[in-house]
Nanobody, 127 residues
Framework: QVQLVESGGGLVQAGGSLRLSCAGS????????MGWFRQAPGQEREFVAA????????RYADSVKGRFTISRDSVKNTVYLQMNSLKPEDTAVYYC????????????????????WGQGTQVTVSS
């Protein structure tokens, strides 16, 4: 059974940092793009960042560029999201996800392109 388990969320003041982790089990994701999405109350799930299978190619939403960094450890089947200079508008439930296709050359940003999803971790940024 494939599982993705996020951790690292919490409450932080504006300007602070958090590091999210997402550990996969049940299969290896070394040939798949892994990404992060978020969903705030009353809003649609939105793309945050993704990293390709080799770790060499990343893609970010404009709202987080320069503040968030995505990385992965394929040996540990884990993807990370380092979030710095957090803002109240970053408050949301953060989900990790795995691409539907193997070795895709273009990093997708649409949630329909992703197959497996974690349960989410809450990130709350106070002003």
């Amino acid at each position: 059974q494939v599982q993705l388990v996020e951790s690292g969320g919490g409450l932080v003041q504006a300007g602070g940092s958090l590091r999210l982790s997402c550990a996969g089990s049940g299969r290896t994701f070394s040939r798949y793009i892994m990404g992060w999405f978020r969903q705030a109350p009353g809003q649609e799930r939105e793309f945050v960042a993704a990293v390709n299978w080799s770790g060499a190619r990343t893609r970010y939403a404009d709202s987080v560029k320069g503040r968030f960094t995505i990385s992965r450890d394929s040996v540990k089947n884990t993807v990370y999201l380092q979030m710095n200079s957090l803002k109240p508008e970053d408050t949301a439930v953060y989900y990790c996800a795995v691409d539907r296709q193997t070795l895709r050359s273009v990093v997708p940003t649409t949630h329909n392109d992703y197959d497996y999803w974690g349960q989410g971790t809450q990130v709350t940024v106070s002003s």
